[in-house]
């Protein structure tokens, strides 16, 4: 884009002389929308010098750095915890980085680093316990004492990743709930949850990136931050930009960060975010006016196990936000996971300062880059799936087959699992000589009333680590290997697993 | 009125509701049954008061079924809430609503007391009450 971050209808300087004099004129995102639709585009981008954002939702990449000072004799801490959350301490003496998402080792998934920083935040005392190595330089080898934000010298909320522009939406078609990072997602297509603040959503208000970069002063946490550079993740192509953020912890308000846990997930922290956009030329006046209606995402499918799950449907954030969502012919109800009131509350609370004269706008070092290549992690070593493992030469019963029959196959080939499939090879069921057992307890004559029929299977490239915590998870030693039309093509079973892979080597 | 039943392995073969459903004309409705060869638990709602209630008790009782009134579930803490809304859509029961200022609101005759809501929610803010 050329000219990107010209500032064609007004500079930083002629902002801020307004903001000074009293008679600058803000909006929300909200109002902002509203004033182009009674008044038009042209208008409203002369006629409004700042647009306020907001967003507050769980921000696992965020944590803050602390330095508590030197205790007497000193201690070079090596391991350090914050009420029994770990962390890091691999830097100087006496500084740490407590991250969000690292879980308490005597309450996880209850307590975590987030919890940290808003009982910090909130004035609280917190516990503090650290290891040492000792040398001359630090002859003390462990410390317990407690601390609060007060009593350190500085805390620095440090975001290596805040404010995504979007987020994709989650819903789940496999038959069990999923606790997952957009929430507890109910079986077959049960709820939709999602993310992101919509039309107040900072980073899409400014979508080419033209006033948003280093240097940027932003409301973080309830109180001034700044952005410091692109954030990790950083995927501007697909609406999926993200910023890095900082500021000092001691200025911000326990309302905006809050410690919460997702279960059976992870803990995590709800940052309240809000940036500026200064309407310096109409492509940000036009980005800054996007409705909801406006504004996409994609409902991704977390029932499918991999990177790359399938996307369900494209929907509108206007959508999302009705609370229902047409997927299937069905009505799914959909809500969100980070909070529009607080989202609308940070966007209002950013005007005000702004009007009061309390804030003034950064004109950024340099802008966050609008395109930015995505990688995946290659995993270069290698990784045995089960066709390396599994036993091709199968045997298999049908229906037909009398218990006898089964009996005398299993001890013959000396197995303890057979597949059952119908006259096209396809798996039906499965006997194993546990069920044998129980049907001659039981008096069972037929197969049909013995053998499982909702068997648990693998398909051929699954990953053998993946095959064997699903085995452990039904408790079951063996699974059948079916191709994508569900024809039994192989079998594996802990026996196969425990001879041919010892160490991690194929023998 | 929302009834938790229990059945123990000696009655929960028995065709119990059944048979009050039949002699009563009753529309029971299961909201929630998990029932193995040794138990089963139940919450039904029963859309029946006083006389005829009392009726329906005493016989679930008289089959040795326990019967508990399911009364007010979950508190939320509106004070600590952030009208996030994790909770409201992973509620089966559609019993927790989103207001026009995205402030959440309990239902209580929807609720089915499963308690999924107090997971759901990421700051701990709802409180499951009693048993």
């Known amino acids: 884009m050329e000219n990107r971050g010209a500032e064609e209808l007004r500079t930083y300087e002629e902002i801020n002389r307004r903001i000074q004099s009293g008679d600058v004129v803000v909006m929300t995102a909200t109002e902002f929308i509203e004033y182009v639709e ?223 846990t997702f279960y059976r997930y992870s803990t995590t922290l709800y940052v309240g975010v809000g940036i500026p956009i200064p309407i310096i030329n ?12 406006e504004i996409f995402t994609y409902i991704i499918d977390f029932g499918v196990p991999s990177r790359n799950r399938p996307i369900v449907k494209k929907v509108s954030y206007a959508e999302l936000k009705s609370g229902k969502v047409e997927i299937n012919n069905m009505e799914v109800r959909a809500s969100p996971l980070s909070s529009f009131q607080y989202a609308a509350k940070i966007a209002n609370t950013l005007k005000e300062w702004i009007e009061k004269g ?79 057992a129980k049907a001659i307890a039981q008096d069972k004559k037929d197969l049909e009333s013995i053998m499982t029929k909702r068997v648990i299977t693998a398909k051929e490239n699954d990953l053998i680590d993946i095959v064997v915590k699903r085995m452990a998870e039904y408790k079951i030693s063996g699974v059948p290997v079916v191709d994508e039309k569900n024809h039994v093509i192989g079998i594996l079973t802990t026996d196969d697993i425990s001879r041919k892979l010892v160490g991690r080597r194929l023998l | ?66 019967v508990k009134e399911v009364v007010r579930t979950i508190e939320i803490d509106h004070d600590r809430c952030i009208a996030c809304g994790a909770c409201v859509s992973s509620c089966p029961a559609d019993a927790i609503k989103q207001n026009e200022d995205w402030s959440v609101r309990f239902i209580e005759e929807n609720c089915i007391g499963c308690r999924i809501c107090v997971y759901a929610c990421p700051v701990r803010v709802i409180q499951a009450l009693g048993d």
Not at chain 1, 40 to 65: I, Y
Not at chain 1, 282 to 293: E, G, I, Y
């Open chain 1, 358 to 436: 309390k804030f003034l706008l950064s004109r950024p070092v340099e802008l966050i880059p609008n395109y930015r290549e995505f990688k995946p992690l290659i995993i270069k070593k290698r990784e045995f799936v089960v066709k390396d493992v599994m036993t091709r030469e199968i045997v298999v019963g049908r229906l037909s087959d009398s218990i006898k029959d089964v009996a005398r196959l299993l001890t013959e080939r000396g197995i303890d699992h057979l597949p059952i499939v119908d006259d096209e090879n396809r798996l039906i069921g499965i006997v194993t000589s546990w069920d044998l």
């Open chain 1, 282 to 293: 109409k492509r940000v006046a036009a980005t800054a006016a996007l409705k909801d209606s």
């Open chain 1, 38 to 260: 009674s008044y038009g585009l042209e208008k409203a981008s002369k006629d409004v010098d700042v647009v306020t954002t907001g967003t507050f939702g769980a921000m696992c990449s965020s944590g803050a750095f602390l330095n508590f000072g030197h205790a007497d004799p000193p201690i070079k801490m090596v391991r350090c915890w914050l009420n029994d959350v770990p962390a890091y301490a691999g830097i100087a003496a006496v500084d740490c980085y407590i991250g969000a998402s690292c879980m308490s080792e005597t309450r996880p998934f209850e307590y975590g680093g987030g919890h940290v920083i808003e009982d910090l935040v909130s004035g609280k005392e917190v516990e503090l316990r650290a290891e040492g190595r000792v040398t001359d330089c630090y002859p003390r080898e462990s410390l317990e004492t407690t601390i609060t934000l007060n009593d350190i010298n500085q805390a620095m909320l440090v975001n290596p990743r805040n404010a995504y522009e979007r987020y994709n939406a989650a819903i789940n078609s496999s038959n069990r709930t999923l606790y997952t990072y957009l929430g507890v997602l109910l079986p077959n297509y049960g709820n939709i949850h999602y993310c992101g603040a919509g039309e107040l959503s900072p980073l899409y208000k400014d979508m080419n990136f033209e006033t948003i970069g280093i240097g940027t002063r932003i409301f973080l946490g309830g109180g001034i931050g700044y952005i410091i550079g692109e954030g990790t993740q950083h995927n501007p192509q697909n609406q999926l930009g993200t910023i890095s953020v900082c500021g000092n912890l001691k200025q911000m308000s326990s309302e905006y960060l809050r410690g919460a």
């Open chain 2, 1 to 66: 009125m929302k009834l938790k039943l229990v059945y123990s392995h000696e009655n929960v073969k028995k065709p119990i509701l059944a048979k009050i459903v039949l002699k009563t004309n009753l529309l029971i409705n299961i909201i929630e049954a998990k029932v193995t060869a040794n138990m089963g638990e139940m919450i039904i709602d029963i859309p029946s008061e006083g006389e005829q209630l009392r009726e329906v008790i005493d016989y679930l009782r008289s089959e040795g079924v326990t």
